[in-house]
């Protein structure tokens, strides 16, 4: 979904687009819906009025997904939501235990992806663990032993799932980074 569009008609098709999800979701057994804010901005919109129609539609699909037991999990994407800030004052605004987060490390894009990481972890219900993030536009490999340090300072109990990015024409290889770095994750962090 896509949040930011400016066009009214479209808008409303986005919002339609993750009600359409909400019962198939429950349906399926699922406990989460991942939803987004929206693309960056075109120059001449208003962010805080993409912001305030982002709110009331976010508040309607919670109340929504309150009503089918599921969780949205608002995933911030290097998108609308830049920051840790952004996205806490977007998720304070809709102020729903169903509105949580999908922490993404690969798309926090600050020099401070970690202290982004410990201001979010307590809003969210599962991640998108990447095996790299980025840190003045240079992806460099996630330091397991301070995510570890962050989870427990936190006390974040939940999944951990991981996800490998990146070109998968050597299938063969990537299964043996996945395997190696999931080893480590399970070494490192538990």
């Known amino acids: 979904n896509n949040f930011s569009v400016a066009d009214p008609k479209l808008f409303q098709n986005e919002v339609q687009l993750v ?13 989460v819906l991942r939803v987004f804010s929206g693309r960056p901005l075109a120059v001449a919109q208003d962010r805080r009025v993409i912001f ?3 709110v009331t539609a976010l508040q309607d699909c919670a109340k929504m997904a309150a009503e089918h037991g ?7 994407h290097h998108d609308f939501m830049e920051t840790a800030d952004q996205t806490i004052e977007l998720l304070n605004a809709v102020d729903s235990p169903w509105l949580r ?3 993404d490390t690969g798309s ?3 020099e401070n992806v970690y202290d982004e990481i410990e201001k979010l972890l307590p809003y969210s219900v599962t991640w998108q663990l990447k095996k790299d993030v980025w840190i003045d536009g240079t992806a460099l490999p ?3 032993p301070r995510l570890k340090a962050i989870i427990h300072k936190v ?11 990146g070109k998968f024409d050597d299938l063969v290889a990537r299964r043996k980074e996945a395997a ?4 480590s994750i399970q070494k490192e962090v538990f």
């Open 52 to 54: 305030d129609r982002m």
């Open 101 to 103: 987060l999908v922490l």
């Open 70 to 76: 599921v969780i949205l999990g608002l995933q911030p």
């Open 155 to 165: 006390g974040y109990r939940g999944f951990l799932p991981f996800e490998l990015t």
């Open 19 to 31: 009600k359409n999800w909400i019962p198939v979701t429950a349906k399926m057994g699922g406990d």
């Open 180 to 183: 190696s770095f999931g080893a």
């Open 108 to 110: 926090l894009r600050t």
């Open 142 to 144: 996630i330091d397991l």
